[in-house]
């Protein structure tokens, strides 16, 4: 299960190029633009959410919520959310763009339907687009292209950061919709599997840990 995980993690960044080619090349000579062309909102997330913190209510996503062209839902926060401007600019929407804005920076994450309630801290970008589909976005910045050119962006002081203008001055291609989305949908598939995987992971994980202490108390 293991290896299969490993493999699953590389067939994204595959059928990527499979499908669009290196962003660094161009192969398949696909019109480039800024990523700001096809902007309609952004903003990121804002200070202070801590003492909204709470055991249960909406989720409220940080930077180590969004890996490498996925969510990451094992360690979530929770918040009684304010009803204020302020929360209302940070709420998502199924198809938000998460995009990391300090630390590790260039992680990008989809929000996808029927996704709860939730909100964004300070460390994040929220896009929302035009003629683009978002999970196609996503494994264009992950891909080692994006990355450098992610990179290069930089802002160098205490602590690495983004700003929206190093956003929408992000170099991409533009394919046509239909093949994005149709890339989508297979990334929605090979998630699925992934995630089925981990859960049978999981139930193999609690009954060898089961054995291990039945064994250990001389009932095995």
Sequence with gaps: RERANVRM????PALFQEMFGDPATNPKKWKAIKLGEKISFMTSGSRGWAKHYSKSGDL???IQNVGMNQLLLDDVAYVQAPDTLESKRT????GDL???ATADL???GVIPENFPVAYINQHLFILRLLDFDPYYVASYI???SGRVQILRSNREGVKAGLNFNDIKNFDIFLPPLALQREFAARVGEARGVQSAQGKSAGRVEALYQSML???FAGEL
């Design 142 to 144: 992950s891909s080692p």
């Design 213 to 215: 202490s039945r064994a």
């Design 106 to 108: 260039g992680r990008t």
């Design 91 to 94: 709420k998502l929407q199924p």
């Design 9 to 12: 993690e590389q067939f994204v």
């Design 60 to 62: 409220f996503l940080r």
């Design 98 to 100: 998460l995009i990391s």
